[in-house]
């Protein structure tokens, strides 16, 4: 649905969105199944260096932070694997964030898979108080299922090694656990290992791609593609992904409120009271949270990396100005009118509104399309939650303890 440009804006436009920063694009030294990233090489192969140059790289620095007005301006740098910029580049851009902050004070998070990284890696981290995310699947079998080498090797236990050399150094780390076919059986198993390795904040996040069924570039394709495609082997099934979130609720719930934090419970507990979460996959609308690549072409999301969702490249254009263009404004707004009549009639819609759009993949027996492909999944999770949401809801809104809960029965 095209809506009106300037009704949208009045509506969703907005000074406050973010950047992903992908400085080396889409490599990586890990050849994991299930990435959907890995195959991005293809839009830019023989056309551009993969790693982001200095014009591009001070660009974005000062563009970024000229675009945001809230006091604190946050860097996210990932991938394919960030480090393989190499240190040097990020003593570049933490200059470069010193020379253009101004009054304002500078953030930066690395998503890494971890095996690069060294005692010299970790005392900058430190030195410059980065916020590490540590994608880790689990104990070791449930990791190298699909965490692996190139050459298929495991990488479970350099992983490990850096979060010796992260906890040595005092450096901050959460963790980012896909949720796939191989590891969605063992909720219990995966969260009590977390907590052991000493992650106090952990995403789970669902696989989910299609893999079209033509001879394409991208295999994995989004949701507008109308060709033969499957869901692929890795993906997780919906009602066990369900079952995978009660289960690490269920361990949460009664021991580890307030000391342990999982993202989508926030999220959830946070649109149960009517307070915008900060998972954009259950925001009513999206198009806030964009992906620039190493040349400086910004992307609607860093989930639909497609030629049609290209919105420019800033040393072109302003990345302020490619942020509320209409196409952005209307990729955004499109979450929220594209939802199918199942949705409306939905109790929980006020809590999912539909989930991520790359996973709108499902039509209904109405044969509407749209429906998140994790629909059942989510019912099922909601519904069991639903009791303990109440009673947080309830605490919170009596200026409470949520941790409360831990003593509900």
């Known amino acids: 649905m095209d809506i009106s440009f300037q009704d949208a804006h009045r509506k969703y436009g907005t000074s406050i969105f973010s950047v992903m920063a992908k400085p080396i694009s889409a490599l990586c030294n890990l050849g994991c199944i299930y990435c959907y990233y890995l195959e991005k090489s293809e839009l830019y192969k023989g056309k551009v260096s993969m790693k982001m140059s200095d014009e591009v790289l001070e660009a974005f620095v000062k563009q970024y932070i000229e675009s945001q007005h809230l006091p604190e301006v946050e860097f996210v740098w990932q991938g394919g694997e960030p480090a393989l910029a190499g240190l040097d580049f990020y003593k570049k851009a933490v200059a470069l964030q010193r020379k253009y902050q101004g009054n304002k004070t500078i953030i930066n998070s690395f998503q890494t898979n971890g095996t690069i990284l060294n005692y010299e890696w970790c005392r900058f981290f430190a030195h410059h108080d980065f916020l590490i995310g540590l994608s880790i699947d689990g104990p070791e079998k449930l990791h190298n ?97 369900g079952k995978f979130l009660s289960g690490v609720f269920d361990q949460w ?10 993202q989508i419970f926030d999220s959830t507990l946070a649109n149960w009271i009517n307070v915008a979460p900060a998972l954009c996959v259950f925001q009513k609308t999206c198009g806030e949270a964009a992906v620039i690549e190493s040349n400086g072409d910004l ?5 639909f990396v497609y030629p049609e969702n290209y919105l420019g490249n800033i040393l072109e254009t302003h990345m302020n100005d490619l942020m509320k263009s209409k196409q952005q404004i209307n990729f955004g707004f499109a979450k929220e009118t594209m939802l199918p009549e199942k949705c409306h009639n939905c109790g929980f819609k006020h809590i999912c509104n539909g989930g991520c759009p790359k996973n709108r993949t499902v039509k209904t027996m109405e044969v509407e399309k749209n429906l998140n492909y994790l629909c059942e999944g989510y019912q099922y999770f909601y519904n069991h939650v639903e009791p303990y949401m109440n009673f947080m809801a309830n605490e919170l809104r009596n200026q409470r303890s949520p941790a409360n809960v831990m003593n509900f029965e």
């Not at 949720?179 to 952990?202: A, C, H, R, T």
């Not at 001879?215 to 060709?227: C, F, M, Q, R, T």
Request: hydrophobic fraction near 40%; proline fraction near 4%; aromatic fraction near 12%.
């Open 253 to 262: 719930v009664k021991k580890d409120v307030g000391r342990h934090f999982v």
């Open 299 to 303: 992307y609607s999301c860093d989930h």
């Open 145 to 241: 299922q699909n965490r692996r080498f190139k050459k298929g090797a495991g990488t479970f236990r350099q992983v490990m090694n850096a979060v010796g050399l992260l906890r040595k150094n005092n450096v901050r780390f959460n963790t980012l656990t896909t949720v796939n076919s191989e590891n969605v059986n063992y909720p219990v198993e995966v969260y009590n290992f977390l907590k052991s390795m000493g992650s106090q904040y952990m995403q789970f996040l669902p696989i989910v791609e299609q893999e079209a069924q033509a001879d394409v570039s991208l295999k994995l394709i989004s949701p507008a593609y109308e060709g033969l495609a499957n869901i692929t082997s890795w993906s997780v099934e919906p009602l066990a992904y």
